[in-house]
Nanobody, 127 residues
Protein backbone atom coordinates (compact mmCIF):
# COMPACT_ATOMS: atom_id res chain seq x y z
CA UNK A 1 0.00 0.00 0.00
CA UNK A 2 1.17 3.51 -0.84
CA UNK A 3 2.24 5.42 2.28
CA UNK A 4 3.32 8.65 0.55
CA UNK A 5 0.97 10.48 -1.81
CA UNK A 6 2.02 13.62 -3.70
CA UNK A 7 -0.27 16.31 -5.06
CA UNK A 8 -0.13 19.90 -6.26
CA UNK A 9 1.68 19.53 -9.55
CA UNK A 10 0.46 20.97 -12.81
CA UNK A 11 1.28 22.96 -15.91
CA UNK A 12 2.31 26.52 -15.09
CA UNK A 13 4.10 29.50 -16.58
CA UNK A 14 7.66 30.39 -15.69
CA UNK A 15 8.00 32.81 -12.79
CA UNK A 16 4.93 31.73 -10.82
CA UNK A 17 4.74 29.85 -7.53
CA UNK A 18 3.60 26.31 -6.91
CA UNK A 19 3.19 24.29 -3.72
CA UNK A 20 3.51 20.54 -3.69
CA UNK A 21 2.08 18.41 -0.90
CA UNK A 22 2.94 14.94 0.35
CA UNK A 23 0.44 13.17 2.57
CA UNK A 24 2.30 10.64 4.70
CA UNK A 25 1.73 8.15 7.47
CA UNK A 26 2.21 9.71 10.89
CA UNK A 27 5.06 7.43 11.91
CA UNK A 28 7.38 9.10 9.39
CA UNK A 29 7.04 12.35 11.32
CA UNK A 30 6.80 10.89 14.80
CA UNK A 31 9.77 8.57 14.46
CA UNK A 32 12.33 11.04 13.12
CA UNK A 33 12.55 10.03 9.46
CA UNK A 34 14.31 11.86 6.69
CA UNK A 35 11.60 13.17 4.38
CA UNK A 36 12.13 14.98 1.15
CA UNK A 37 11.57 15.74 -2.47
CA UNK A 38 13.31 14.32 -5.50
CA UNK A 39 12.67 14.95 -9.17
CA UNK A 40 13.29 13.10 -12.40
CA UNK A 41 13.13 13.84 -16.10
CA UNK A 42 12.69 10.81 -18.39
CA UNK A 43 16.09 9.48 -19.37
CA UNK A 44 17.88 11.25 -16.51
CA UNK A 45 18.90 10.18 -13.05
CA UNK A 46 16.59 11.00 -10.18
CA UNK A 47 18.01 13.92 -8.21
CA UNK A 48 17.48 15.33 -4.75
CA UNK A 49 15.70 18.66 -4.43
CA UNK A 50 15.13 19.26 -0.72
CA UNK A 51 15.17 17.06 2.35
CA UNK A 52 14.22 17.53 5.98
CA UNK A 53 15.35 15.48 8.94
CA UNK A 54 12.12 15.53 10.93
CA UNK A 55 13.93 14.60 14.13
CA UNK A 56 15.22 18.15 14.58
CA UNK A 57 14.02 20.10 11.54
CA UNK A 58 17.38 20.27 9.77
CA UNK A 59 16.95 20.96 6.04
CA UNK A 60 19.13 20.38 2.99
CA UNK A 61 18.72 21.83 -0.48
CA UNK A 62 20.17 21.14 -3.88
CA UNK A 63 22.25 24.06 -5.18
CA UNK A 64 19.94 24.59 -8.14
CA UNK A 65 16.92 25.40 -5.93
CA UNK A 66 18.48 27.32 -3.04
CA UNK A 67 16.68 30.61 -2.54
CA UNK A 68 13.66 29.54 -4.58
CA UNK A 69 12.27 26.39 -2.93
CA UNK A 70 11.36 25.79 0.70
CA UNK A 71 10.62 22.46 2.35
CA UNK A 72 8.34 22.36 5.38
CA UNK A 73 6.19 19.99 7.40
CA UNK A 74 2.88 20.00 9.23
CA UNK A 75 2.81 17.33 11.91
CA UNK A 76 -0.86 17.95 12.66
CA UNK A 77 -1.86 17.21 9.07
CA UNK A 78 0.90 14.63 8.58
CA UNK A 79 2.06 16.41 5.47
CA UNK A 80 5.29 17.50 3.82
CA UNK A 81 5.38 20.50 1.49
CA UNK A 82 7.61 21.96 -1.17
CA UNK A 83 7.00 25.64 -1.82
CA UNK A 84 8.34 26.39 -5.28
CA UNK A 85 8.82 30.07 -6.09
CA UNK A 86 9.93 31.63 -9.36
CA UNK A 87 9.73 28.33 -11.18
CA UNK A 88 11.77 27.86 -14.35
CA UNK A 89 11.41 25.61 -17.40
CA UNK A 90 14.33 23.61 -15.99
CA UNK A 91 12.13 22.67 -13.03
CA UNK A 92 9.95 20.56 -15.32
CA UNK A 93 10.03 17.02 -13.95
CA UNK A 94 8.14 14.37 -12.04
CA UNK A 95 8.44 15.24 -8.36
CA UNK A 96 8.53 12.44 -5.81
CA UNK A 97 8.15 12.40 -2.06
CA UNK A 98 10.50 10.03 -0.26
CA UNK A 99 11.26 8.87 3.27
CA UNK A 100 13.98 6.93 5.02
CA UNK A 101 15.18 6.46 8.56
CA UNK A 102 18.81 7.47 7.98
CA UNK A 103 19.47 8.60 4.40
CA UNK A 104 19.93 12.30 5.24
CA UNK A 105 22.45 11.92 8.04
CA UNK A 106 24.96 14.09 6.14
CA UNK A 107 22.85 15.89 3.56
CA UNK A 108 20.29 15.25 0.85
CA UNK A 109 21.33 11.66 0.43
CA UNK A 110 20.94 9.70 -2.77
CA UNK A 111 17.74 8.17 -4.17
CA UNK A 112 19.01 4.63 -3.71
CA UNK A 113 19.19 5.14 0.04
CA UNK A 114 15.52 6.08 0.45
CA UNK A 115 13.22 3.20 1.22
CA UNK A 116 9.75 4.71 0.82
CA UNK A 117 8.46 6.56 -2.24
CA UNK A 118 5.30 8.13 -3.51
CA UNK A 119 4.10 7.77 -7.09
CA UNK A 120 4.96 11.31 -8.11
CA UNK A 121 3.27 14.49 -9.28
CA UNK A 122 4.15 16.09 -12.60
CA UNK A 123 5.33 19.70 -12.78
CA UNK A 124 5.57 21.30 -16.20
CA UNK A 125 6.86 24.87 -16.56
CA UNK A 126 6.44 26.68 -19.84
CA UNK A 127 8.23 29.83 -21.00
Amino acid sequence: QVQLVESGGGSVQAGVSLKLSCAASSHFFNDGYCMGWFRQVPGNEREGVAVMFTGDGTTYYADFVKGRFTISQDNVKNALYLQMNTVEPGDTAMYYCAADLAACAYGLGIPGDYEYWGQGTQVTVSS
